[in-house]
């Protein structure tokens, strides 16, 4: 059972009379044994290898997979472990590095990456730095699975999970790696797309450009969003689909951004079709499946439409699934999942972050709707969720 979110329970459990364990860094854990989420005492971290650094925590922000992993059906601490140390979307400063560290010094502003690579010698991706594609399954996720995440003070990392950040993003740059997720979706979509000669020759800058294409993204969260300012600022026609009606924060926020927001309470899913045109790219972004079929048998000629919401295990759901298949085979489309991020993702989002920035200042700093102390972050991760970003801050440096 958990505890009363206002009651924050301390593992291993405070001895009678004392406040802190001083000797020791406070940290979000979910303890899988207990059923509970903690303020944990853990270890301090001290550089090993001789690439790694040490990083301080300013901020991690909390999403639907810490929430999940809270209700004990996702995730696994460490083998040497009672708990997990929550947190995968991190920003952080460096404050010390190993003798072989390269390109990060003292100072530094940093994400880290989430996934590690399996062991396995023949897993081509991993072996590649590719482990987002990891081929064997045995790969490690910082906060998710078998490997401790940045929801406390201080941790560690190798200079090749860590990519520097300029000061001018500071207040933005916990939203890099929800970013990631669209970095990755569209370094899937172009490849596939631009299949279709009249795609690869519509270049700007040298890129392959949505001008003229039509996108619906589902859903309103902060993947949803940031997911939109990239299609946007990637030339697409894009459109914001999700449930509640309008006018409502995230609403405004989408509407701020040029972008139309339809909600699913008003707009039934033909009248969805009718007033976007043909759906070129569906960026699904809302985790529910029974929405994400139903928009998946309106999507176009020659459509795309990319999965990126991890449901949690319910109830089978009906679909009509002679309408989809027979969609997907007459109108050539492709459905692709994507999960996770690369290295060159994490590069491309530091850098789109920086071009929001100059775009839509005032809407991408309210994408983070609060920020926290550790010990409110228990409310955070097991009440209902509220806002649209909200973010542990451990430091202000
Ligand atoms: C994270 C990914 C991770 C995925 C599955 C997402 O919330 O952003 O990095 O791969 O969960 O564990």
Avoid at 158 to 181: F, G, N, W
Avoid at 231 to 237: I, P, R, S, T
Wanted: net charge negative; hydrophobic share 40%.
């Amino acid at each position: 059972m958990f505890a009363s979110p206002q009651e924050n329970v301390r593992w291993p459990p405070a001895p009678e009379g004392a406040h802190h364990f001083i000797e020791d860094m406070q940290a979000v854990g979910a303890i899988p044994k207990k059923k509970e989420v903690a303020i944990v005492e853990h270890p301090q971290p001290s550089l090993g290898r001789d690439d790694e650094a040490l990083v301080k925590s300013l901020e991690v922000g909390i999403c639907g997979t810490d929430r999940e992993i809270c209700t004990f059906v996702y995730g696994d601490p460490p083998a040497d472990s009672d708990y997990l140390v929550l947190g995968h979307e991190s920003l952080g400063m460096i404050t010390e590095v190993g003798n072989k560290v390269e390109g990060l010094k003292p100072g530094d502003l940093v994400v880290p990456s989430v996934r590690r690579p399996c062991s396995e010698p023949h897993c081509a991706p991993c072996q590649a730095d590719l482990q987002d594609f990891c081929a064997t399954g045995d790969f490690v996720e910082r906060g998710i699975k078998m490997s401790h995440g940045f929801m406390t003070e201080f941790y560690t990392e190798r200079d090749k999970y860590l990519h520097v950040v300029p000061p001018s993003l500071r207040d933005v740059a916990v939203l890099v790696e929800p970013l990631t997720i669209a970095e990755k979706a569209m370094a899937q979509v172009w490849p596939i797309q631009t299949r279709l000669p009249w795609v690869k020759h519509h270049h700007e800058n040298g890129k392959p450009s949505g001008r003229g294409l039509n996108a619906v993204v589902l859903g309103a969260g902060p993947v949803g969003i940031l997911g939109a300012m990239k299609l946007k600022a990637e030339g697409f026609n894009t459109f914001v689909y999700s449930r509640s009606q309008a006018p409502n924060p995230k609403a405004s926020l989408v509407e701020s951004l040029g972008i139309p927001y339809i909600s699913a309470l008003d707009t039934p899913l033909e009248a969805l079709a009718e007033r976007v045109g043909s759906i070129d790219l569906v960026y699904e972004a809302v985790g529910v499946s029974s929405i994400a079929y139903k928009v998946l048998s309106i999507l176009g000629l020659n459509g795309i439409y990319v999965f990126t919401g991890i449901p949690a295990p319910k109830a089978p759901i009906e679909v009509d699934a002679d309408l989809i298949m027979r969609n997907v085979v007459l109108k050539n489309q492709v459905v692709v999942g994507t999960v996770n991020a690369d290295g060159q993702a994490f590069r491309s989002a530091i850098s789109d972050l920086g071009v929001f920035m100059e775009k839509w200042p005032e809407a991408l700093k309210s994408l983070i709707s609060r920020r926290c102390t550790i010990d409110q972050s228990r409310e955070l991760l097991l009440d209902k969720a509220t806002g649209i970003k909200n973010v542990v801050r451990f430091a202000s440096a």
